[in-house]
């Protein structure tokens, strides 16, 4: 296990910060990637959650890995409203990745969310990546997507227990997320050139995200 030290990223971190983000997505899920431009707009965003920003540093001062949160909303069906997080992108360099990284900086910043007074927390993910981490399947909180749907990748965790009553709420991502494809691909002509190309974890995307769970 490799020793790091986890704490909140500085601005001095952000050039440092996006590189990584990049090479930790190049490929993996599209040809390319756009979670570096993604990084890069979060941060000056009304929804970014500064203190849950987190970066992963090696005892050479090295930045391996990286976490980001927004605030996100849950809405019931009269309307009532309950203030929620979400995070991504979660990034770990190509050369650290499977030495619990990311789940050290998991670990720790669902502490600090309870500590903020989060109670749960809702993501779009591979669940292979994130049933160990606590995360569940939104059908089984009854959490869907604005048109009523619960897709197989939309996952909840429970930050306190008892968050969840069986009422249905749907999810409002922060706006945050939203960007033109185009801006991304302007940002990413500064970075050193690298090949975009086929992988087979594209398709496992592909089917994680056009996946939806039926009664």
Known sequence: MINITIRNEIENDFGEVEILTRKAFWNVNVPGCDEHYLAHVLRSHEDFIPELDLVAETDDGKIVGNVMYTKARLVDESGAEKLILTFGPISVHPDYQRMGISRKLLELSFDKAIGLGYKAIVIFGNPDNYVSRGFKSCKKYNVCTADGS??????????????????????HESPAYEFDRSDAEKFDEQFEPMKKEFRPSQEEFYIHSHSVIRD
């Open 150 to 171: 619960y897709p197989a990748a939309m996952l909840v965790k429970e930050l306190v227990a008892g968050t969840f009553n069986g009422t249905k709420w749907f999810y």
